[in-house]
Structure formats: structure tokens, C-alpha cells
């Protein structure tokens, strides 16, 4: 069974970071495009960065120059960087990777959420 497990999130003051991590496992043939959205209290869920398996990035606009999306496909892991945290980060933070398998083709999977706070 195909999992993504998240890890990380907390409460943090303003102008703190935090690191999310994002480990996939079970049985799959490989993992392409992997990235990470988040969803505020009453609002939709929006993606904050994204990384294509060569290494491509895409940022939200208001993350720029303060989050930063790596990841490692030796251990199937994306993470998140979170430098500069604002209040208006606060959200509930989800991994998002397609995932390839062969009977299946190829699929999003969403991890569980991990909650990041930041207080004023």
C-alpha cells in the first residue's frame, strides 16, 4: 500500500522556521512530480512549492525567497523549508507526489497533514 507520511509541523513564532518532511513508501515503480500545498482555516487549498524528479521548482508567489522545496529520491522523501515564518503561513500543510505503479499507471497521493502554526 502506497503511503506518504509527513513530518514537522509545529508552533512556531513569527520569523521562526520549521522543515517539513515527506516520506513515500510501499511497493511502486517510481515517483515523479512531488510538492506541497496547504490549507487555512476557510480558505482552498493552495500549492506552496512543487519539484519535478530532474529537480525543477515552482514556488507560490508568497513563499518566494523564504521557502525552499528540495528533495532526496534515494529515500523518496520531499521536504520543505520554512524560513521567515509569518502569521499568514499558519495552515494545515499536505504532500502531494504522483506516484507511478504498474498495474495502476500513474496517480496523485496526498499525505495526512501536518499542522504549522505561527504565532505573532
Known amino acids: 500500500q502506497v503511503q506518504l507520511v509527513e513530518s514537522g509541523g509545529g508552533l512556531v513564532q513569527a520569523g521562526g522556521s520549521l522543515r517539513l518532511s515527506c516520506a513515500a513508501s510501499g511497493r511502486f515503480f517510481g515517483l515523479s512530480r512531488m510538492g506541497w500545498y496547504r490549507q487555512a482555516p476557510g480558505k482552498q487549498r493552495e500549492l506552496v512549492a512543487a519539484?519535478?524528479?530532474?529537480?525543477?521548482?515552482n514556488y507560490a508567489d508568497s513563499v518566494k525567497g523564504r521557502f525552499t522545496i528540495s528533495r532526496d529520491n534515494a529515500k523518496k522523501t520531499v521536504y520543505l523549508q520554512m524560513n521567515s515564518l509569518k502569521p499568514e503561513d499558519t495552515a494545515v500543510y499536505y504532500c502531494?507526489?504522483?506516484?507511478?505503479?504498474?498495474?495502476?499507471?500513474?496517480?496523485?497521493?496526498w499525505g495526512q497533514g501536518t499542522q504549522v502554526t505561527v504565532s505573532s
Open positions: 502531494c507526489a504522483e506516484i507511478v505503479e504498474i498495474s495502476k499507471g500513474s496517480s496523485d497521493y
Open positions: 519539484t519535478t524528479r530532474d529537480g525543477n521548482r
